[in-house]
């Protein structure tokens, strides 16, 4: 312990007392040349580079510009080289570090085809580093990267990511869909560390983490480096640049949104289930509200973003009387448009693809024809809007958002008429006026192949890991036009770097498509590594499917054996799934899966429609204080869900079994089936028992115990040496009915000076 805090002062105190000189660490700056082939197929990537035929791995400073009081800029020219001295073979090189509330710099050599620089940040043996984006797997036991290179490149998250022998039937026989650990819709070239440092790049090329620093394939570097006095003012700091979500709607803590599909009869059907079990209901999410179509991987929606009238033929009757009962309507849309609409609804009144084609508005091959891709099977095709071209941008919010879901259609309707003559009625959803939803996923963003031909002349090899942004702004720029914004929310699982900067009005994250699982790979545990990771990359606001979204029953072989996985949901799945999402997410979101008439769901049984109403009923409970936490997110940047080291000391530094709730709540949630206990790591002070309100004082620094955790009843504390904690617990036993006269829990709130108001709620143990 004491040697580890002497190496860290030692690290931090000459750049606490001067500026940071990152052109001093050795070999700061290298460089090599490369080939690199990219295959895609159905949004699986993947890439293959040849051994290097040049490497540069030496820096060799010819000179420095010291920085003046006024511009606070140090220019480092120098030579990278293949020896310590210049020789014909070494690169010109001119770095530009700006030291402002942090140092920012860049990085440049001549261009050379195929080059890739490499930047590396300050650091000691004892730098342990997490972020990079929403991960779920840098190590089998914490958030922690270990020194093998992290890729940040977006694409499907996988199915299995690592769990054998999931992961190798879906490799070898779905295009790679498997995926692998470092597998993710949301990658940022970002990192936050154990001393309070984080360092970034701005670039949207070809990425990696590696060697202390990031490998770009570029000639051309750009980012910084910050260092601050904690963990709460590094994020701060590293914010200001990813940017903040400014909130989600306050509808969202109002009840459960419930993800629907199968048309309006059987949606219907089940929201009066829930309703009759009495479950606060905040939100329907009705994925197929655009209608389906069948192929040979099942059931799909139909990528033609308006309303299909016949699959929700009272559409405009239901969104209004569900507003009126305060539940909101929430749909599904991508930046993808389907090939095949007059196949499926050729009575609609757009043929979305049709119309972007004949505009000129999608995405091209160099031969000039535009870019068909597929997703999940052959016959599933579609193209996509080109978000670099201004005029598309501009065509999918009128006619998408702002007409298709929003209901505003007058610039839609006038200048961008359907193609073809329409002539039923103009019902909200189909170029009509009315109510209109109040939220949607805005779901892909991660399929722009590399070869790509786009509008404003940059490749996709530049553009892929920015796409995620290009589309988040565009739903950020439809939603921040309303006057009444704060009303709207859209949820995206793709993200990068700059994500939570364009969609900061109305915007939040998913974590992607886990398994119906346990582990830590794809499945329910996979999930809390997620939220850490994000919320040490800049991304606050995240939150999962209840019960998880992909199931399958797939055959492959494995070591010369057939070999057969299955993968579903349990009761007890979805039940643990409610717990985590209750109390950690921004908003607690079910969703019916991929094989929705095969699993089961939350309304099914008494049973979970009992656990469902608890447990929303317990997240409604939480909205005061989720409320606080929403406000710290917006200014400062924090997230919701907070690792055990942003109060308790690094020595937790990346624990992934437990977590915060702000400052104000411990959970450590339950991910092994069949368990009613689970291990916990109390750090000192007093912690009481949210359930039995039972009191723990802790004064060792490693009390690691076994705790009851049954079913309904995870392990949750409360830190009882913060004021606002005893405030807000106060109010959940409240509305829990345990603040009996004489109870346990009232006798908490015995007051030291009964006779003064404002100490309410602040009695000593």
């Avoid at 289930?273 to 329907?284: F, Q, R, Y």
């Amino acid at each position: 312990m004491i040697s580890r805090l002497v190496q860290t002062l030692l690290f931090l105190l000459p750049f606490l007392a001067s500026s940071v000189e990152i052109w001093e660490v050795d070999n700061f700056l290298t460089a090599q040349i490369s080939e690199l082939n990219v295959h895609e197929k159905d949004g699986n990537f993947n890439f293959t580079h040849s051994p290097p035929t040049l490497t540069y791995p030496y820096t060799l400073l010819n000179s420095t510009t010291p920085s003046s009081k006024r511009s606070k800029t140090t220019t480092i020219t120098g030579h990278i080289s293949t020896t310590p001295t210049v020789s014909s073979s070494s690169l010109p090189f001119t770095c530009t570090f700006t030291s402002s509330t942090h140092i920012k710099f860049t990085c440049s050599t001549p261009s050379i085809s195929n080059i890739s620089l490499h930047l590396k940040y300050p650091s000691t043996n004892e730098t342990l580093y997490t972020g990079l984006g929403i991960q779920f797997t840098p190590s089998p036991t914490s958030t922690i990267f270990s020194d093998t290179p992290v890729p940040l490149t977006v694409g499907e998250q996988g199915v299995g990511r690592g769990i054998q022998p999931l992961t190798k039937i879906m490799n070898e026989n779905y295009h790679g869909a498997g995926g692998n650990a470092y597998s993710t819709y949301a990658p940022s070239n970002v990192f936050t560390s154990n001393l309070n440092t984080s360092g970034y790049v701005v670039n949207t090329e070809y990425t990696y983490f590696k060697d202390e620093g990031f490998e770009v394939r570029s000639n051309v570097i750009s980012g910084g480096f910050i260092l601050e006095n904690s963990y709460y003012e590094c994020l701060n700091e590293l914010t200001k640049v990813t940017g903040r979500f400014e909130g989600v709607p306050e509808w969202t803590g109002e009840g459960v949104v419930i993800g629907l599909q199968g048309g309006e009869h059987k949606v219907i059907r089940k929201v009066s289930k829930l309703k009759d079990g009495g479950v606060k209901i905040a939100g329907l999410w009705i994925q197929d509200w655009a209608g389906k179509r069948v192929d040979s991987f099942g059931s799909r929606v139909l990528w033609n973003w308006e309303l299909d009238g016949e699959f929700y033929p009272g559409w405009n009757e239901r969104v209004k009387e569900w507003e009126e009962e305060g539940i909101r309507t929430l749909v599904y849309i991508n930046p993808c448009l389907s090939t095949r609409v007059e196949e499926f609804k050729p009575y609609g009144r757009r043929n979305l693809y049709e119309e972007a084609k004949e505009r000129d508005f999608l995405i091209m091959r160099e031969n000039g024809d535009v870019y068909v891709q597929s997703s999940a099977s052959d016959e599933f095709q579609f193209g996509t809007v080109d978000l670099t071209d201004p005029e598309a941008r501009e065509w999918y919010i009128e006619v998408v958002i702002n007409c298709n879901i929003m209901c505003s259609c007058t610039v839609a309707n006038t200048k961008y008429p359907p193609l073809k003559e329409f002539l039923g009625d103009l019902q909200c959803g189909m170029g009509g006026e009315g109510e209109g939803v109040k939220g949607w996923m805005a779901d892909f963003g991660e399929y722009l192949p590399f070869d790509v031909v786009l509008k404003d002349g940059t490749d996709g090899g530049r553009r892929h890991n920015d796409w995620p942004s290009l589309w988040a702004g565009v739903n950020g720029e439809a939603v921040g036009r309303k006057k009444n914004w704060k009303e709207y929310l859209f949820f995206s699982r793709s993200g990068s770097l700059k994500s939570p900067l364009v969609a900061s009005k109305g915007g939040m994250f998913w974590v992607g498509d886990q398994n119906t699982a346990w582990d830590g790979n794809d499945g329910l545990a996979s999930v809390l590594t997620a939220y850490l990771t994000a919320g040490s990359s800049g991304f606050s606001l995240t939150h999962s499917d209840v019960g998880g979204y992909t199931s399958l029953n797939v055959t492959g072989v494995v070591d010369g054996e057939e070999t057969n996985v299955y993968v579903g949901r349990t009761g007890e799945l979805i039940k643990r799934w409610m717990e985590l999402s209750a109390v950690a997410d921004c908003m607690m979101r079910t969703h019916e899966g991929n094989q929705a008439d095969k699993q089961l769901q939350v309304w099914d049984t008494p049973d979970l429609i009992a656990s469902l109403k608890f447990w929303t009923d317990f997240h409604v409970l939480l909205h005061p204080f989720r409320r606080v936490l929403l406000k710290e997110a917006s200014k400062y940047g924090w997230p919701l869900v907070r690792g055990m080291w942003y109060d308790y000391g690094m020595e937790s530094f990346g624990m992934n079994s437990q977590f915060m709730l702000g400052k104000d709540l411990l959970m450590a949630p339950v991910f092994t089936p069949g368990a009613d206990t689970v291990e916990i790591w109390i750090p000192r002070g007093k912690w009481v028992n949210l359930w039995t309100c039972e009191v723990t004082s802790v004064e060792v620094p490693d009390h690691v115990v076994e705790v009851e955790a049954p079913v309904g009843r995870p392990a949750i504390y409360v830190p009882w040496g913060e004021k606002r904690a005893r405030k807000y617990s106060k109010k959940i036993w409240d509305g829990l009915g345990m603040m009996e006269k004489g109870g346990r829990c009232e006798e908490l709130y015995k007051w030291k000076m009964p006779w003064s108001k404002k100490d309410e709620g602040e009695g000593e143990l």
